[in-house]
């Protein structure tokens, strides 16, 4: 079983509508990245967060430490919002990755 | 303009040889990584390094050799060891191990 699983690989949505990438992990953590990675491959920390709650625009990153469990949230997707998001928690000092969530947002 | 540089974007190679990928930093950031990426699977560690002349193996290192002999940069070689050599490598760096990591563009090697 993987350590850490994102749901769902694939996602297609219309312009406008309400995302929610989840990710579920089995080990404990210090802290857990979203992270944005482009087309071309580029990658890009959207969060890092230990508790709670963090928002940075239209995107909301949730997580529950007792249940491991987190989730990202895009208010409003646009067309631009269409990337891989993937998970990665920190463990023991290292990052594991989800294998990412594909995101299409059609316009 | 500070970032993470990695040259080339696309590397072709023969099977048998060695690489060298390149990967710089000009954040002042202490800690370096390198993952690598194959289809349908999370980024895996290959190796990482704390501090300038110090590095660990991660969880991929064989068939892998890095250097860290300049706080700036951190190059990985993919030697003939490596049985499937062909992937996605990205090159990332944070301030200290366990910030926030930020990554370079990537170099797609393809061995032929």
């Known amino acids: 079983k993987n350590e850490v699983e994102q749901s769902p690989q694939n996602l297609t949505a219309q312009e406008g509508e309400f995302i929610t990438i989840n990710c579920s992990y089995s080990?404990?953590?210090?802290?857990l990245h979203w992270l944005q990675q482009h087309p071309g491959g580029g990658i890009v920390s959207l969060f890092m967060?230990?508790?709670g709650k963090k928002k940075h625009g239209r995107l909301i990153a949730t997580i529950n430490i007792q249940e491991k469990h987190s989730s990202l949230h895009i208010t409003a997707s646009h067309p631009r919002d269409s990337a891989v998001y993937i998970c990665a928690p920190r463990s023991q000092g290292n990052l594991i990755f989800g294998k990412g969530t594909k995101l299409s947002v059609k316009p | 303009d500070g970032g993470i540089t990695q040259s080339p974007k696309y590397l072709f190679r023969k099977e048998g040889q060695n690489v060298t990928l390149s990967c710089e930093q000009n954040l002042n950031h202490d800690a370096m990584y390198w993952y690598r990426q194959d289809p349908g699977q999370g980024l895996r560690l290959i190796y990482y390094?704390?501090?300038?002349?110090?590095?660990q193996k991660g969880d991929i290192a064989e068939g892998y050799s890095v250097s860290r002999e300049k706080k700036e940069s951190f190059p990985l070689t993919v030697t003939s060891a490596q049985k499937n050599p062909t992937a996605f490598y990205l090159c990332a760096s944070s301030i200290s191990n366990g910030n926030e990591q930020f990554f370079g563009p990537g170099t797609r090697l393809t061995v032929l």
């Open positions: 390094s704390q501090i300038v002349n110090d590095f």
């Open positions: 967060l230990s508790s």
């Open positions: 080990v404990g953590i210090s802290a």
